[in-house]
């Protein structure tokens, strides 16, 4: 919606019986204020990275919006 959002979604569908669900987790998030300010690293290396993993099975994201004033965007890795 216009005034907030909030979404949780995976970074891709392309799964097949063999993609194991990984058994740790790292995130990385970057913000934007008025659109005039961002900041931060939502790559999946630097999630990886955050949870230690060396090998990402899987990516989910995470998008909050309020009202066009904040934004923020996380990449979840999800591996071992």
Same mark, same amino acid.
């Given at each position: 919606?216009?005034?907030?959002?909030?979404?949780?979604?995976?970074?891709?569908?392309?799964?097949?019986?063999?993609?194991?669900?990984?058994?740790? @987790?790292?995130? !990385?998030?970057?913000?934007?204020? %008025?659109?005039? #300010?961002?900041?931060? +690293?939502?790559? @999946?290396?630097? !999630?990886?990275?955050?949870?230690? %993993?060396?090998? #990402?099975?899987?990516? +989910?994201?995470?998008?909050?919006?309020?009202?066009?004033?904040?934004?923020?965007?996380?990449?979840?890795?999800?591996?071992?």
């Amino acid at each position: 919606g216009w005034a907030f959002t909030n979404i949780d979604a995976p970074m891709s569908t392309d799964f097949n019986e063999k993609t194991p669900a990984g058994t740790a @987790v790292g995130s !990385a998030s970057a913000s934007n204020l %008025l659109g005039l #300010v961002a900041w931060g +690293d939502a790559s @999946v290396e630097a !999630a990886a990275e955050d949870g230690n %993993l060396s090998e #990402v099975n899987y990516v +989910d994201y995470q998008f909050l919006n309020v009202l066009g004033i904040y934004s923020s965007y996380t990449t979840v890795a999800h591996g071992k």
